[in-house]
């Protein structure tokens, strides 16, 4: 058990104004593995004048400049990959090879691409008679989630840097050493003092502070709609900028003449990645009717090969949601295909991969995110059917198509109504813009896209 003291504030790491701790379970044998400070409105308070004080000296520092210390920090991330890897193991419970490859390797990708963007990007154009100029928004409050902890920091603080930003992370309490790691990391790749700043706590105490702080310019969150909208609410009332990154409910629509059996093994390997905690999971895997029952059963057994290859859930209230909604499945009338709500192990928060068939659209598991190992395979008559059936959720994050040929695929995914969606099997790109239709959210991450969310414009005109 390590108790971890103080904030990174200003370029040091500070004491806390107030003796409040969180304590840190490994989710995967549920003892407590280190404290963190859980910080109060004066920590962000002192975060942010931080931030604003930093800002007029990184905002004027050469974008070829702030390329380097990004390029730099990508360095530290890469030297300190395995004790990243183990980091979030550790908090989160992933499975070490999925730490490595996803929860270091993309913050690795994405840091090196904004150092990229940073030395690339127009931040100056001509239009007419006028010079625009692409000017950082200023101090950005990000309000990150656990369930890819490292990701969903770097995927706003690297393009907010490359911005000319200066950035207050306050991370999600179940995951907050590998962000304290981050800090280091920022220390050491020679980022100015104030640039970044972190601040530990409670989402309702340390994160409803910062999304109110005037000196905040813009508020960028990830997390669950119902915080989300309260952040909306407070960003619009004070006129800030806002960027929200909520859930989702995505389709993954497998049309006939589609390679059924790797449209399906794919489909399953998505849900179960990071034990089903994933925004963009195609929970929802939509079959012709002639084609239903095989896919069905593929479903299930590759869920059944999961079943000693996942991670335990993040924490028990994660479980017992999880595990609610599986009840809440069989009570009205989904069958199970695999799983269920019992765990395969006496200790950690662990849940079964579970799929369940005979799935309809109105069903509260074909609806809600649940955030968990679960899928629900859903039977559709004709396309017609099937875009219906995609399409109608309040969210519209990402999604796939299968189809015997690109083209067709193409066609049905141009009618979705999502940010993303994978063509026959597709691989993830760390420069698409990433980000929801409808309920999912407003903005985008990553990539050039990503880099705009930063960045106001100011225009001269000759
Ligand atoms: P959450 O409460 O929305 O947490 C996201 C972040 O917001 C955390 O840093 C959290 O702090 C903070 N927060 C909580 N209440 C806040 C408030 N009043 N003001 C400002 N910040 C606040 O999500 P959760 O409770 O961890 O998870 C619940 C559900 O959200 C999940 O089951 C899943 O459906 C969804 N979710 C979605 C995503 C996504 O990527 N879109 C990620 C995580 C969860 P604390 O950590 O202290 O709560
Ligand atoms: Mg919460």
């Known amino acids: 058990m390590k108790a971890h003291d103080g904030m990174y504030i200003d370029g040091a790491w500070r004491p806390a ?6 304590e840190v379970v490994n989710p995967a044998d549920e003892q407590v593995i280190a404290t963190v400070p859980a910080g109060t409105v004066e920590d962000v308070d002192a975060a942010v004048r931080a931030a604003r004080a930093a800002l007029p000296g990184w905002a004027a520092t050469p974008p070829a400049e702030r390329a380097a210390r990004l390029a730099a920090l990508r360095d530290v991330l890469v030297a300190r990959q395995d004790e990243i890897a183990e980091t979030v193991t550790a908090e989160l419970g992933s499975p070490p090879k999925l730490s490595q490859t996803v929860h270091a390797g993309v913050p690795i990708a994405v840091t090196g691409s904004y150092a990229e963007l940073a030395a690339t990007y127009a931040f100056e154009e001509r239009t007419g008679n006028s010079t625009v100029l692409h000017e950082p928004v200023g101090v950005v409050g990000a309000i990150t989630p656990w369930n890819y902890p490292l990701h ?7 393009p907010a840097l490359a911005a000319g930003c200066t950035v207050v992370v306050k991370p999600a309490e179940d995951t907050p050493l590998v962000a304290r790691l981050f800090a280091e990391a920022v ?19 340390a994160g409803q502070a910062l999304a109110e702080h005037p000196g905040v310019d813009l508020v960028s969150f990830t997390g669950s709609t119902a915080v989300g909208r309260r952040i909306g609410a407070i960003a619009s009332g004070m006129v800030k900028k806002v960027a929200l990154e909520l859930g989702g409910k995505s389709a993954n629509v497998i049309l006939p003449g589609a390679d059924l059996a790797r449209a399906v093994n794919v489909g399953v390997a998505n849900v179960m990645s990071n034990s089903g905690q994933t925004c963009s999971a195609w929970t929802r895997m939509l079959v012709h009717h002639d084609q239903y029952d095989e896919a069905v059963e593929l479903a299930a057994a590759a869920a059944a090969k999961y079943g000693d290859r996942i991670g335990p859930l993040v924490s028990a209230t994660q479980r017992d949601r999880v595990r609610g909604y599986i009840a809440r499945g069989v009570a009205e009338g989904a069958r199970l295909a695999a799983g269920g709500p019992d765990s395969p192990h006496e200790r950690g928060y662990y849940v079964s991969p579970t799929v369940f068939a005979d799935v309809t659209p109105g069903m509260t598991i074909a609806q809600e995110e649940i955030f968990g190992p679960v899928l629900s395979v859903l039977r559709y008559t004709d396309e017609e059917d099937a875009l219906r059936i995609a399409n109608g959720t309040v969210y519209g994050l990402a999604g796939a198509v299968w189809a015997a040929d ?52 100011k225009s001269f005109q000759f």
Do not use: C, W
């Open 406 to 457: 690109e083209t067709e695929a193409v066609a049905f995914a141009r009618r979705m109504e999502t940010g993303q969606v994978d063509i026959n099997g597709g691989r993830f790109n760390p420069l698409a813009p990433f980000g929801g239709y409808k309920q999912s959210g407003v903005g985008r991450e990553l990539g050039a896209h990503g880099l705009a969310e930063y960045l106001q414009t």
């Open 17 to 22: 104004a107030g003796p409040g701790v969180i």
């Open 187 to 205: 220390h050491e790749a020679g980022i100015p003092a104030g640039v970044f700043n972190l601040v530990t706590g409670l989402g309702p105490v």
């Open 152 to 158: 969903q920091i770097v995927a706003k603080t690297a």
